[in-house]
């Protein structure tokens, strides 16, 4: 992710959530055995992490990110106000961006699986970063890209609750099935940078996930 983001990853999350249960489920004593399948990996070069990453209370920090496409409090800052505004209307339909956070209306959006549609994650275990979720490939509708995540980038956290492993996702996606708010934090070359988003209008019955 951006409160779309948000909902994006979490999609995400249930999505590799799905990758777990799978296997456990029908057969123990592989998943026992192995890592869960990541059939949502694909193939794509990206960077390691840093060595030597942060504890849980190292600080945050906004990344600069570079690319024109990304929406950051620090990309909109250097911007006069007309082009600022023009910027934040040309947001898709049913996404704002808003006091440093996302916000996304999901009455407005495409569904989660066509929104998210290409994202590729790699499990713990399934990519060169110890814990968290490695971005492989960003959604082809450039919901991430909006919101600076890249190719590369590994989510480590959700709302405070840290993502060591696929079970942490498990719990992750259970918390949060229902909830309106999110953050997902991210680790990049040692860096962490955080993705608030806040969900809208969900229709009734609506919950996070696949």
Same mark, same amino acid.
């Given at each position: 992710?951006?409160?779309?983001?948000?909902?994006? &990853?979490?999609? $995400?999350?249930?999505?590799?959530?799905?990758?777990?249960?799978?296997? =456990?489920?029908?057969?123990?004593?592989l998943a026992e055995a192995q890592?869960?399948? $990541?059939?949502?990996?694909?193939?794509?070069? !990206?960077?390691? *992490?840093?060595?030597?990453?942060?504890?849980?209370?190292?600080?945050?920090?906004?990344l600069a990110h570079d690319d024109?496409?990304?929406?950051?409090? $620090?990309? #909109? $800052?250097? +911007?006069?106000?007309?082009?600022?505004?023009?910027?934040?209307?040309a947001l898709p339909a049913g996404?704002?961006?808003?006091?440093? =956070?996302?916000?996304?209306?999901?009455?407005?959006?495409?569904? *989660?699986?066509?929104?998210?549609?290409?994202?590729?994650?790699?499990?713990? &275990?399934?990519?060169?970063?110890?814990?968290?979720?490695?971005?492989?490939?960003?959604?082809?509708?450039?919901?991430?890209? #909006?919101?600076?995540?890249?190719?590369?980038?590994? +989510?480590? &956290?959700?709302?405070?609750?840290?993502?060591?492993?696929?079970?942490?996702?498990?719990?992750?996606?259970? =918390?949060?099935?229902?909830?309106?708010?999110?953050?997902?934090?991210?680790?990049?070359?040692?860096?962490?940078?955080?993705?608030? !988003?806040?969900?809208?209008?969900?229709?009734?019955?609506?919950?996070? &996930?696949?």
């Amino acid at each position: 992710m951006n409160v779309w983001v948000k909902e994006l &990853g979490c999609i $995400a999350l249930a999505a590799v959530a799905c990758a777990v249960i799978v296997p =456990r489920v029908l057969m123990p004593p592989l998943a026992e055995a192995q890592r869960p399948p $990541a059939h949502l990996r694909r193939a794509v070069a !990206v960077p390691s *992490p840093a060595p030597d990453a942060p504890t849980t209370d190292a600080p945050v920090t906004e990344l600069a990110h570079d690319d024109s496409d990304a929406i950051t409090p $620090a990309s #909109l $800052a250097h +911007l006069p106000p007309r082009a600022r505004r023009d910027r934040l209307r040309a947001l898709p339909a049913g996404l704002r961006f808003e006091d440093g =956070r996302w916000i996304a209306d999901l009455r407005q959006l495409p569904p *989660p699986r066509e929104a998210l549609a290409g994202l590729s994650i790699a499990p713990p &275990g399934e990519g060169p970063q110890p814990e968290g979720f490695l971005v492989t490939q960003c959604d082809r509708a450039g919901f991430l890209r #909006l919101a600076g995540v890249r190719p590369g980038d590994v +989510l480590i &956290g959700v709302s405070g609750m840290p993502l060591r492993n696929p079970d942490d996702a498990l719990d992750a996606v259970a =918390r949060l099935h229902h909830a309106d708010r999110a953050t997902f934090e991210f680790l990049r070359n040692g860096a962490r940078y955080r993705v608030p !988003v806040e969900l809208v209008n969900r229709p009734a019955g609506m919950a996070l &996930g696949l």
